[in-house]
């Protein structure tokens, strides 16, 4: 069978089809496009990544402010927040003049977020199949700002996360990406060096922390944070996520 159409690849839930190396504004991403990186780990980001969580993430949010008798946010705006965990997320969406409500607004929200995780998320297409094919040539793990407890919930309803020998989320350690700590830690686990490792994931957050552990580094640029590839470009970036194991071979 041959490449998808533009309107097929629309059907299956990713973006309009852009250039390689380049944000929905045109900014080249400086990535390398024909090189093909040997590597052992796999370490992929959830959110925008594996997973499309963004709907659900913003009806949380949306529910946690209007509790507070505040506006609701359009969707759009509330995806531009997501990256850096739900504090910061919950501090984005409070105006300036009500930051003190943090604590209580972010209670709500992690409250009701908990309970409704999968109404609307999904692994992104092509994910299952290619975790799948893959599992068995490389080590994978998931390292993310979320919750751990919310992440391995997400990954185990959407019967991911056996393809996983490590789970870590924002609050494993004292550090959330793009501090490296969670991804040298894992590194150390699998017993795999650096070079050996490939960092996945859609924002500035992954290419930093994969940068600083010495990692090599995926963008993904159908998820929501790859405007910020522009000032932090990955080694290289996919547009689909089966187009990851075009680039990459077993080390």
């Not at 509330?78 to 739900?86: E, H, K, P, R």
């Not at 490939?198 to 922390?209: E, F, H, L, P």
Request: contains cysteine; glycine residues 10%; aromatic residues 10%.
């Amino acid at each position: 069978m041959g490449a998808p159409l533009p309107y097929e690849i629309l059907s299956l839930g990713y973006p309009p089809a852009q250039h390689e190396g380049h944000d929905a504004g045109g900014q080249d991403f400086h990535y390398n496009d024909r090189m093909e990186y040997a590597a052992r780990l796999l370490v992929f980001d959830l959110d925008g990544t594996l997973v499309d969580s963004k709907e659900d993430l913003a009806n949380a949010v949306n529910v946690a402010i209007e509790s507070f008798d505040l506006p609701p946010l359009p969707n759009p705006v509330i995806y531009s927040y997501v990256g850096d965990g739900a504090s910061e997320l919950m501090r984005r969406a409070l105006p300036s003049e009500k930051a003190d409500l943090l604590p209580e607004v972010l209670d709500r929200f992690l409250a009701y977020y908990r309970r409704h995780l999968l109404d609307t998320t999904r692994a992104y297409p092509g994910v299952v199949g290619a975790l799948r094919k893959w599992a068995g040539v490389y080590r994978m793990a998931v390292l993310t700002n979320k919750g751990v407890a919310m992440t391995r919930e997400i990954l185990s309803g959407l019967s991911l996360n056996r393809y996983f020998f490590e789970v870590l989320g924002g609050d494993s350690f004292g550090t959330k990406k793009p501090d490296p700590e969670g991804l040298l830690h894992i590194l150390r686990e699998a017993g795999v060096e650096a070079r050996e490792a490939i960092m996945i994931g859609d924002s500035r957050n992954d290419v930093q922390a994969g940068r600083a552990a010495g990692a090599v580094t995926c963008g993904v640029t159908y998820g929501l944070g790859a405007s910020g590839f522009a000032e932090h470009p990955p080694d290289f970036t996919v547009g689909r996520f089966p187009d990851l194991f075009t680039r990459i071979r077993p080390a």
